[in-house]
């Protein structure tokens, strides 16, 4: 009877012995790049000027400064351990992998405001997506994106299309909402631009 008793158990307690070896392995990211998929979890944006980042309080000339937009993305997969029918979520380095096919993360609006007064039309706090050039196509920035666009395309590197009014003090803010309602925002240190 004992043995029939540590049989069943052994016939038991295999698929779950099974599960829990492949949990305790190593998984890498050399997965089946057809499942992978990222997670957008903050997002950047810096001042620059010459290739350098601007701090707070410095003068920049506004035909120098380059905003470059960045999310912070975690890329992610779903792997089958080898020896098990379990699949798990693993972590993966933060780049596409090949085969790349993208995320349900749809882009839904991007706008950037001045904080100060930039010109007549751009009083503070005014949306300035229109002072603002792509430098990937040299066209300006709309708040909404064509349709279906992934925040992978970022980092996003944009150019001023005309000197502010006067010098004086600013400050860019973006607003970055995704289309499963997650928003983010980020700013520049406030610096002088002339």
């Known amino acids: 009877m004992k043995k ?27 997965v089946d790049s057809s499942l992978a998929l990222f997670d957008v979890e903050g997002l950047s944006l810096t001042a620059q000027q010459r290739g350098q980042p601007v ?13 470059v937009l960045e999310p912070q993305v975690r890329y992610y997969s779903q792997n089958k351990g080898p020896g098990t029918w379990l699949p798990a979520a693993v972590a993966c380095p ?30 503070a706090g005014a949306v300035a997506n229109d002072l603002l050039l792509q ?16 925040p992978d395309l970022y980092p996003l590197g944009l ?13 860019f803010v973006v607003r970055f909402r995704l289309t499963n309602g997650e928003f983010y925002t980020a700013r ?4 002088t631009l002339r």
């Open 4 to 30: 029939l008793w540590w049989t069943l158990l052994v016939l038991a307690l295999a698929p779950l012995a099974a599960a829990v070896e492949g949990c305790a392995e190593k998984y890498t990211c050399n």
């Open 55 to 67: 701090a707070a309080g410095e003068s920049v000339v506004a035909a120098d400064l380059r905003l």
């Open 94 to 123: 933060p780049a596409p992998m090949p085969g790349y096919k993208g995320t349900r993360e749809i882009l839904d609006s991007l706008v950037v405001r001045c904080v100060y007064a930039y010109d007549a039309s751009h009083p």
């Open 135 to 150: 430098e990937a196509n040299s066209q300006l920035l709309p708040a909404v994106p064509p349709r279906d666009t992934q």
């Open 159 to 171: 150019r001023l299309r005309q000197a502010p009014a006067q010098p004086g003090q600013q400050q």
């Open 188 to 191: 520049t240190p406030v610096f």
